[in-house]
């Protein structure tokens, strides 16, 4: 049903992609140009070769499955290559926030560290919090952010419904946001909420899999539409959301990636 959904999404998002060149917003364009084109230089190469070596490690890690509660057990490999973002997505977390340079970043769902990598990497001086239910792959994502030398890493072990709200409440705002855990409607919402109350104009969220299932395709539509959001950028595999751009009516762009 999800495989169905996610092929007819990728249609209908192919149908509505817009390149750079029918592109009028100067923020959007410039976006496009920036980010999406890959205008900074390119310090994610120590990763990439990581993420290579990663591809034949068949060690075991004990991953918690917070629907059912019980544990099962997942190859490095397979978490590398099926669970954690896909090089093409990260370099744009990369490029998003070398460019805007947040303050602080805070991730939802971090698993073995790949993806709070390419954002540390963006951006070293900023603090970043990085939130996982399952021992095994933050402990994995520890080491790897030692070894790739970020800097400013915090770690929270716990369920996202009780890890997320008593960090929020030590913030006085938050950047950026990256959600990549829990793909429920419900849950996609409510974490949604608890962060917009700290947002300031210029904080940017990600959702990663926003076609992933009809949930979170309904869950992407509600924040679309929300009017605290004023501008979306959908690249198929991520829904970016702004704040509050200069002189902008509230759009939602597709772009080609
Ligand atoms: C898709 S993975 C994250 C991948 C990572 N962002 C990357 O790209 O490298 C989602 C993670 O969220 C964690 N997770 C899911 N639901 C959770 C919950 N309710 N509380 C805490 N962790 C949860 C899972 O253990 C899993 O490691």
Known sequence: MNIFHRGISFLHYLWRAKTIYYIHSPFVYTFYKTILSHQHIDNTKSLATIRKSLANDHTLLNIKDFGTGFNHQKTLSSLNSKVAIRPKYGQVLY??????????????GTSIGISSSYLALGNPSAIKYCLEGSEAPLHFAKNLHHDLGLKSMKYKLGNFSEILPALLETLN???????DGNHTKEATLEYFEWCVAKARPESIFVFDDIY????????????K??????????????GLCFFKIDKLAKENFVLLY
């Open 212 to 223: 992933w299932s009809k949930e979170m395709t309904d869950a992407w539509e509600t924040i």
């Open 95 to 108: 490029e998003l926030v070398t460019h805007f340079q947040p303050k602080n970043i805070i991730e939802i």
């Open 173 to 179: 705002y938050v950047d950026f946001v990256f959600f």
């Open 225 to 238: 539409a929300d009017k605290r959001v004023v501008l979306t950028i959908d690249i198929y595999q991520l």
